[in-house]
């Protein structure tokens, strides 16, 4: 079945510093992947999405890009920002009906910026 | 518009007992997703429920179901709990199928299971 895998946190960053959240699955054709985060005491939320291979998506800062031939869609921002610490989930949506056609998270990363 | 709703947000239950959990999904949106968050285990698929009918199931035990009812709101129950049923339950609701959009998540239900 699908997978996906992210780094194991928590990251801990100095504000304005690089981030990068690895994120690599297992998939069979072509999935769709998406960022989610989730604040402290929120629910999820979407950050951003690539559904086919080459994609970027962005918002807030964030990119990924969809990488197939390295099965990779690593979330990454210049600049971080003390309001960007939360969870950070990797997820894949299979393509094909059945039990695949539904959202497979990885197990999330805590990223922690200090001012 | 209001997002989506769980009730209710924390609860304590014995092994043994059952527990019913609530999600009123975003105004219009017709399915609505479970999931079960461990700090161990991440986020788990339990069941997706459109137009009152599960479409689809992860690999849980039979003791956890669910029901969507006519205006879309969606419960849970999880019956003989366990200890580690001990966990944060997200409901997320889209305008179609999950698979096919975008999830709205809720604040979640916080389960602890003495």
């Known amino acids: 079945g699908n997978s996906v895998t992210q780094m194991e946190g928590p990251v801990t960053l100095s504000e304005e510093a690089f981030l990068t959240i690895n994120c690599t699955y297992t998939?069979?054709?072509?999935?769709?992947l998406f960022w989610y985060v989730q604040y402290p005491g929120e629910g999820l939320q979407l950050l951003l999405k690539?559904?086919?291979?080459?994609d970027k998506g962005s918002n807030k800062g964030f990119e990924a890009t969809y990488r197939k031939e390295t099965t990779s869609f690593h979330l990454e921002k210049g600049s971080v920002q003390v309001s960007d610490s939360a969870v950070y989930f990797c997820?894949?949506?299979?393509?094909?009906?059945?039990?695949?056609?539904?959202?497979?998270f990885g197990k999330g990363t805590l990223l922690t910026v200090n001012p | 518009k209001a997002g989506v709703t769980q009730t209710p947000r924390y609860l304590i239950k014995t092994r043994g007992q059952q527990v019913t959990l609530s999600c009123s999904p975003i105004?219009?949106?017709?399915?609505v997703s479970w999931y079960q968050q461990t700090p161990g285990q991440g986020l788990q698929f339990l069941f997706e429920y459109f137009s009152e009918t599960q479409r689809n199931k992860g690999n849980f035990p039979g003791r956890f179901s669910g029901r969507q009812f006519s205006n879309s709101r969606s419960e849970m129950n999880v019956s003989t709990l366990e200890l580690g049923d001990s966990a944060l339950y997200l409901c997320?609701?889209?305008?179609?199928?999950?698979?096919?959009?975008?999830?709205?998540f809720g604040e979640g239900s916080r389960l602890t299971v003495l």
């Open positions: 998939a069979t054709g072509y999935p769709s």
């Open positions: 105004s219009g949106h017709r399915s």
């Open positions: 997820a894949l949506r299979g393509d094909s009906g059945g039990s695949n056609y539904k959202l497979t």
């Open positions: 690539a559904t086919k291979a080459d």
């Open positions: 997320a609701s889209s305008l179609g199928l999950a698979a096919t959009g975008e999830l709205f």
